[in-house]
Protein backbone atom coordinates (compact mmCIF):
# COMPACT_ATOMS: atom_id res chain seq x y z
CA UNK A 1 0.00 0.00 0.00
CA UNK A 2 1.55 3.08 -1.07
CA UNK A 3 -0.95 5.62 0.49
CA UNK A 4 -0.95 7.56 3.73
CA UNK A 5 -0.82 5.72 6.65
CA UNK A 6 -2.24 6.30 9.68
CA UNK A 7 -2.58 4.69 13.21
CA UNK A 8 -4.47 4.25 15.25
CA UNK A 9 -7.41 3.73 13.18
CA UNK A 10 -9.69 4.80 16.14
CA UNK A 11 -8.70 5.90 19.65
CA UNK A 12 -10.84 6.18 23.03
CA UNK A 13 -9.59 7.62 25.73
CA UNK A 14 -10.49 9.18 28.87
CA UNK A 15 -10.78 12.93 30.19
CA UNK A 16 -7.31 14.18 30.83
CA UNK A 17 -4.85 11.28 29.38
CA UNK A 18 -2.41 11.88 26.95
CA UNK A 19 -2.76 10.50 23.42
CA UNK A 20 -0.04 10.19 20.41
CA UNK A 21 -1.21 9.70 16.80
CA UNK A 22 1.02 8.20 13.80
CA UNK A 23 1.51 9.50 10.15
CA UNK A 24 3.21 7.30 7.78
CA UNK A 25 3.44 9.16 4.42
CA UNK A 26 3.50 8.46 0.90
CA UNK A 27 7.62 8.06 0.84
CA UNK A 28 8.63 10.22 -1.85
CA UNK A 29 6.51 13.06 -0.42
CA UNK A 30 8.59 15.64 1.72
CA UNK A 31 5.43 17.45 2.90
CA UNK A 32 3.17 16.61 5.97
CA UNK A 33 0.25 18.25 6.93
CA UNK A 34 -1.87 17.46 10.05
CA UNK A 35 -5.84 18.17 9.60
CA UNK A 36 -8.50 17.87 12.40
CA UNK A 37 -11.78 17.58 11.20
CA UNK A 38 -15.11 17.35 13.40
CA UNK A 39 -18.40 15.84 12.58
CA UNK A 40 -20.41 17.89 10.09
CA UNK A 41 -17.23 20.04 9.37
CA UNK A 42 -15.00 19.87 6.91
CA UNK A 43 -11.33 19.61 8.10
CA UNK A 44 -9.30 22.38 9.31
CA UNK A 45 -5.51 22.96 9.61
CA UNK A 46 -3.28 22.32 11.94
CA UNK A 47 0.31 22.53 11.27
CA UNK A 48 3.08 21.66 8.83
CA UNK A 49 6.24 20.19 8.31
CA UNK A 50 8.40 20.81 5.03
CA UNK A 51 10.96 17.47 5.89
CA UNK A 52 11.43 17.66 9.41
CA UNK A 53 11.02 21.16 10.20
CA UNK A 54 7.52 22.48 11.54
CA UNK A 55 6.59 25.71 9.03
CA UNK A 56 3.33 26.33 10.10
CA UNK A 57 0.93 26.05 13.45
CA UNK A 58 -2.71 26.85 12.75
CA UNK A 59 -4.43 28.59 15.85
CA UNK A 60 -6.44 25.87 17.01
CA UNK A 61 -2.97 23.73 17.44
CA UNK A 62 -3.31 24.95 21.06
CA UNK A 63 -0.24 24.43 23.78
CA UNK A 64 -1.78 20.95 24.67
CA UNK A 65 -1.08 19.73 21.26
CA UNK A 66 2.76 19.28 19.79
CA UNK A 67 3.94 17.60 16.50
CA UNK A 68 6.51 15.91 15.51
CA UNK A 69 8.14 14.72 12.40
CA UNK A 70 12.02 14.08 13.59
CA UNK A 71 13.53 12.33 10.31
CA UNK A 72 11.48 14.13 7.66
CA UNK A 73 9.76 10.34 7.26
CA UNK A 74 6.50 9.93 9.74
CA UNK A 75 4.94 12.44 11.98
CA UNK A 76 3.44 12.16 15.01
CA UNK A 77 0.87 14.12 16.44
CA UNK A 78 0.24 13.98 20.54
CA UNK A 79 -2.46 15.54 22.67
CA UNK A 80 -2.07 15.93 26.00
CA UNK A 81 -4.57 16.31 29.15
CA UNK A 82 -7.51 15.39 26.61
CA UNK A 83 -10.60 17.40 26.84
CA UNK A 84 -13.90 16.45 25.35
CA UNK A 85 -13.41 18.90 22.82
CA UNK A 86 -10.81 17.36 21.42
CA UNK A 87 -13.03 14.86 20.00
CA UNK A 88 -12.51 14.69 16.14
CA UNK A 89 -11.05 13.04 13.07
CA UNK A 90 -7.17 13.49 13.16
CA UNK A 91 -6.28 13.66 8.97
CA UNK A 92 -2.99 13.25 7.87
CA UNK A 93 -2.15 14.66 4.38
CA UNK A 94 1.49 14.47 2.50
CA UNK A 95 2.58 16.05 -0.87
CA UNK A 96 5.45 16.42 -2.82
CA UNK A 97 5.17 19.99 -3.84
CA UNK A 98 2.29 21.43 -2.40
CA UNK A 99 -1.23 21.50 -2.42
CA UNK A 100 -1.65 21.06 -6.25
CA UNK A 101 0.86 17.85 -6.33
CA UNK A 102 -0.31 14.70 -5.45
CA UNK A 103 -1.93 15.76 -1.69
CA UNK A 104 -2.91 12.78 -0.05
CA UNK A 105 -5.43 12.19 2.60
CA UNK A 106 -5.03 9.13 4.78
CA UNK A 107 -8.04 7.77 6.70
CA UNK A 108 -7.42 9.39 9.31
CA UNK A 109 -7.34 8.53 13.51
CA UNK A 110 -10.60 8.59 15.12
CA UNK A 111 -10.47 10.42 18.62
CA UNK A 112 -13.52 10.07 20.72
CA UNK A 113 -12.83 11.62 24.15
CA UNK A 114 -14.97 9.92 27.75
CA UNK B 1 -14.80 33.69 10.13
CA UNK B 2 -15.56 31.30 6.92
CA UNK B 3 -13.44 31.64 4.06
CA UNK B 4 -15.05 29.47 2.18
CA UNK B 5 -19.15 29.04 2.31
CA UNK B 6 -20.14 25.47 0.40
CA UNK B 7 -24.83 24.69 -0.24
CA UNK B 8 -26.22 22.99 0.42
CA UNK B 9 -25.70 21.28 3.35
CA UNK B 10 -27.25 18.28 1.94
CA UNK B 11 -28.94 17.21 -1.43
CA UNK B 12 -31.26 14.55 -2.88
CA UNK B 13 -30.41 13.30 -6.19
CA UNK B 14 -32.17 10.66 -8.25
CA UNK B 15 -29.89 8.62 -10.08
CA UNK B 16 -29.28 9.92 -13.57
CA UNK B 17 -29.74 13.21 -12.16
CA UNK B 18 -27.60 16.55 -12.07
CA UNK B 19 -25.94 17.45 -8.63
CA UNK B 20 -24.93 20.65 -8.35
CA UNK B 21 -22.45 22.06 -5.12
CA UNK B 22 -21.86 25.85 -4.95
CA UNK B 23 -19.04 27.53 -3.09
CA UNK B 24 -18.40 30.75 -2.45
CA UNK B 25 -15.01 32.67 -1.24
CA UNK B 26 -13.66 35.21 0.36
CA UNK B 27 -10.08 36.05 -0.58
CA UNK B 28 -9.50 36.72 -4.15
CA UNK B 29 -5.52 35.95 -3.45
CA UNK B 30 -7.03 31.98 -3.52
CA UNK B 31 -5.33 30.48 -6.97
CA UNK B 32 -6.09 26.90 -6.14
CA UNK B 33 -9.97 25.33 -5.86
CA UNK B 34 -10.25 21.60 -5.45
CA UNK B 35 -13.55 19.56 -5.01
CA UNK B 36 -12.80 16.71 -2.14
CA UNK B 37 -14.92 13.59 -2.11
CA UNK B 38 -15.42 11.65 1.54
CA UNK B 39 -17.00 8.27 1.87
CA UNK B 40 -17.43 7.75 5.81
CA UNK B 41 -14.34 6.10 7.39
CA UNK B 42 -12.25 7.45 4.87
CA UNK B 43 -10.40 10.75 4.06
CA UNK B 44 -10.76 12.88 1.56
CA UNK B 45 -9.87 12.52 -1.85
CA UNK B 46 -9.15 14.94 -4.54
CA UNK B 47 -11.99 14.79 -7.20
CA UNK B 48 -11.61 17.89 -9.69
CA UNK B 49 -9.61 21.06 -9.37
CA UNK B 50 -9.47 24.28 -11.21
CA UNK B 51 -7.33 27.54 -11.33
CA UNK B 52 -9.24 30.94 -11.74
CA UNK B 53 -7.46 31.47 -15.42
CA UNK B 54 -10.39 29.20 -16.85
CA UNK B 55 -14.06 28.97 -15.94
CA UNK B 56 -14.58 25.70 -16.24
CA UNK B 57 -12.73 22.08 -16.59
CA UNK B 58 -14.27 18.93 -17.11
CA UNK B 59 -13.24 15.15 -15.76
CA UNK B 60 -15.63 12.45 -17.09
CA UNK B 61 -19.06 12.91 -15.24
CA UNK B 62 -17.56 16.19 -12.60
CA UNK B 63 -17.60 19.58 -13.73
CA UNK B 64 -16.25 22.83 -12.19
CA UNK B 65 -17.37 26.14 -12.74
CA UNK B 66 -15.63 29.26 -11.86
CA UNK B 67 -16.67 32.70 -11.89
CA UNK B 68 -13.87 34.64 -10.83
CA UNK B 69 -15.93 37.96 -10.34
CA UNK B 70 -18.43 36.30 -8.69
CA UNK B 71 -15.90 34.85 -5.94
CA UNK B 72 -18.52 31.46 -6.73
CA UNK B 73 -17.55 27.75 -8.23
CA UNK B 74 -19.39 25.24 -8.66
CA UNK B 75 -19.23 21.21 -9.00
CA UNK B 76 -21.93 19.49 -11.32
CA UNK B 77 -22.38 15.87 -11.48
CA UNK B 78 -23.98 14.06 -14.23
CA UNK B 79 -26.04 11.07 -14.24
CA UNK B 80 -25.66 10.53 -10.65
CA UNK B 81 -25.04 7.18 -9.40
CA UNK B 82 -25.56 5.68 -5.90
CA UNK B 83 -22.14 5.29 -6.06
CA UNK B 84 -21.61 8.93 -5.95
CA UNK B 85 -23.24 9.24 -2.38
CA UNK B 86 -20.84 10.71 -0.40
CA UNK B 87 -19.75 13.77 1.04
CA UNK B 88 -18.10 16.21 -1.11
CA UNK B 89 -16.04 19.37 0.03
CA UNK B 90 -14.70 22.75 -2.07
CA UNK B 91 -11.75 23.96 -0.79
CA UNK B 92 -9.20 26.86 -1.90
CA UNK B 93 -5.82 27.95 -0.93
CA UNK B 94 -2.79 30.08 -2.09
CA UNK B 95 -0.18 28.34 -4.15
CA UNK B 96 2.54 30.23 -3.72
CA UNK B 97 2.36 30.51 -0.10
CA UNK B 98 4.33 28.30 1.94
CA UNK B 99 2.79 25.29 3.31
CA UNK B 100 -0.44 25.59 0.86
CA UNK B 101 -2.86 24.47 3.45
CA UNK B 102 -6.14 23.98 2.12
CA UNK B 103 -9.11 25.63 3.33
CA UNK B 104 -12.33 23.58 3.46
CA UNK B 105 -15.83 24.57 3.39
CA UNK B 106 -18.71 22.83 5.57
CA UNK B 107 -19.32 19.91 2.92
CA UNK B 108 -22.39 18.56 1.19
CA UNK B 109 -23.92 15.10 1.95
CA UNK B 110 -24.91 13.81 -1.34
CA UNK B 111 -27.52 10.87 -1.29
CA UNK B 112 -28.57 9.45 -4.97
CA UNK B 113 -31.30 7.49 -5.09
CA UNK B 114 -31.90 4.61 -7.24
Known amino acids: DTGVSQNPRHKITKRGQNVTFRCDPI?????LYWYRQTLGQGPEFLTY????????KSRLLSDRFSAERPKGSFSTLEIQRTEQGDSAMYLC????????????FGSGTRLTVV | QQQVKQSPQSLIVQKGGISIINCAYE??????FPWYQQFPGKGPALLIA?????SEKKEGRFTISFNKSAKQFSLHIMDSQPGDSATYFC?????????????FGKGTTLSVSS
Open chain 2, 50 to 54: IRPDV
Open chain 1, 27 to 31: SEHNR
Open chain 1, 93 to 104: ASSSQGVSYGYT
Open chain 2, 27 to 32: NTAFDY
Open chain 2, 91 to 103: AATRLNQAGTALI
Open chain 1, 49 to 56: FQNEAQLE
